[in-house]
């Protein structure tokens, strides 16, 4: 089975840093392109950052560019989100993804959904 275990998620202040970590087993890892979406209340996801995983190739939103940073680890199977300077329109709950298909600007429609982990970002 596919399986998605998003982690890293908490409390920072404005201009504070996380990192969330996307683990992930049961599928191709080479195969497949990750992504970072993130959801506010009442509203649908949003893509944030995706990477093809097979070359690296990397999206961003355009709020988040120059201060987050998508990466990924062949070896453990682990995309990670270097997030950096966050702001507090940051706060969000933070899912990760995988597809085949990944276009970062909407949800995938064959998506494997990780579990989401919050990010609150106030002083």
């Known amino acids: 089975d596919v399986q998605l275990q998003a982690s890293g998620g908490g409390w920072v202040q404005p201009g504070g840093s996380l990192r969330l970590s996307c683990a992930s087993s049961?599928?191709?890892?080479?195969?497949?392109?990750i992504g970072w979406f993130r959801q506010f209340p009442g509203k649908e996801r949003e893509g944030v950052s995706c990477i093809s995983v097979s070359d690296g190739s990397t999206h961003y939103e355009e709020s988040v560019k120059g201060r987050f940073t998508i990466s990924s680890d062949k070896a453990k199977r682990t995309v990670y989100l270097q997030m950096n300077n966050l702001k507090p329109e940051d706060t969000a709950t933070y899912y990760c993804?995988?597809?085949?298909?990944?276009?970062?600007?909407?949800?995938?429609?064959?998506?494997?959904w990780g579990q989401g982990t919050l990010v609150t970002v106030s002083s």
């Open positions: 049961g599928f191709t890892f080479d195969d497949y392109s």
């Open positions: 993804v995988a597809a085949k298909v990944l276009w970062c600007v909407r949800p995938p429609l064959n998506g494997h």
